[in-house]
């Protein structure tokens, strides 16, 4: 099969699909792989190292998109479902976009089922993993103090408190670097059976629900959400924080502030896994390559049958 990937066309997008190790795994498959010019260059990876695995560079868009059979992206790219004159499938995380590549079919990596059987093929919990961590980190940075208990000559410094909201793949990974690192840490989920994984990562729990969330937060100096819903926290919620916490959203809308705040640091960042971009490459290009081997048993069959490949087709 003839495959091809993209540079991708966002300015905010570090990552890249397919990394020189997963494309020469790939050819050894006996596909072909078709890669724009400077493929690689957010990650510093040259066009000769691609070469090297048996990847074919090519200067324009337009000779990818003419020849490849399956187009593998990170997002779907902007293109007009024409310029697809012999594509049979389209590989992207959709969440970002409404583009619609009809008639060639599409793949959404956003629709992977949270099962077993699918672990191999699951790149948004791959990136969340990611995500959580640099989150964590990215708060650590900016709080205005350190993390952990210290006891010293002049005085005791008491660990920074830290409050995670959710305790999905994101917030968990992001709740264990933060002990890690030394912080008093608390898990916010609404669900009881979240109480276990929140003492997986050693951190404290509470039950609690948006309408009792302010309760929780008065003592925390770093207080993330890493749970997609609506407002969960606003600014009245947040008038109780203590001055020069930080403040982190990592989704699009569970923090709510009408206004700037000037007493607390806040930061909203939906793709925090793009600051550590070579491994999320390398994350996401290894699920793909376990898709691929799943998709096309051979060479030049593709076959979307299996039970957990069904879901992502729409």
């Known amino acids: 099969m003839i495959i091809g990937s993209l540079k991708e066309q966002s300015k905010d997008e570090t990552r890249i699909s397919l990394t020189p190790e997963v494309t ?14 400077g493929y690689g260059k957010t990650l510093y990876i040259s066009d000769t190292a691609y070469l090297n695995t048996g990847a074919k560079v090519l200067e324009t868009t337009d000779e990818i998109l003419s020849k490849s059979e399956i187009i593998i992206q990170i997002n779907p790219p902007q293109i007009q479902p024409k310029q697809l004159k012999t594509c049979k499938l389209i590989i992207a ?43 964590a980190i990215y708060a650590l940075y900016h709080a205005k103090r350190i ?9 005791t410094i008491k660990p920074i408190k830290a409050l995670v909201i959710g305790a999905g793949t994101t917030g968990l990974e992001t709740a264990a670097f933060l002990k890690k690192s ?43 959400s890493t749970v997609n819903a609506k407002s969960i926290i606003t600014d009245k919620d947040l008038s109780f924080t ?44 290894n699920n793909i ?18 039970d957990y490949i069904k879901p992502l087709q729409i």
């Open 242 to 285: 203590i001055t020069h916490a930080v403040v982190i959203d990592t989704t699009k809308q569970s923090i709510n502030l009408t206004q700037t705040p000037t007493d607390f640091h806040f930061y909203r960042n939906t793709h925090f896994e793009r600051l550590a971009p070579l491994t999320a490459s390398d994350l996401f290009a």
């Open 182 to 224: 030394g912080c008093k840490v608390t898990i916010a989920d609404i669900r009881e059976e979240a109480k276990n994984l929140a003492a997986s990562v050693g951190a404290e729990f509470s039950l609690t629900s948006s309408t009792d969330i302010a309760t929780i937060l008065s003592d925390k100096n770093i207080i993330i």
């Open 147 to 155: 993390a952990p208990q210290l006891i010293t000559g002049a005085t």
């Open 93 to 135: 995380d959709f969440t970002d976009s409404h583009t619609n590549f009809a008639p060639v079919k599409e793949l959404h990596l956003e629709l992977v089922p949270r099962t077993s059987v699918a672990q191999p093929i699951d790149i948004l919990s791959a990136q969340s993993i990611v995500k959580g961590y640099m989150a």
């Open 24 to 37: 020469q795994k790939l050819i050894t498959k006996g596909h072909a792989i078709l890669l724009e010019k």
């Open 289 to 306: 390559l376990n898709l691929i081997n799943i998709i096309l048993p051979s060479p030049d069959v593709l076959d979307l049958s299996a």
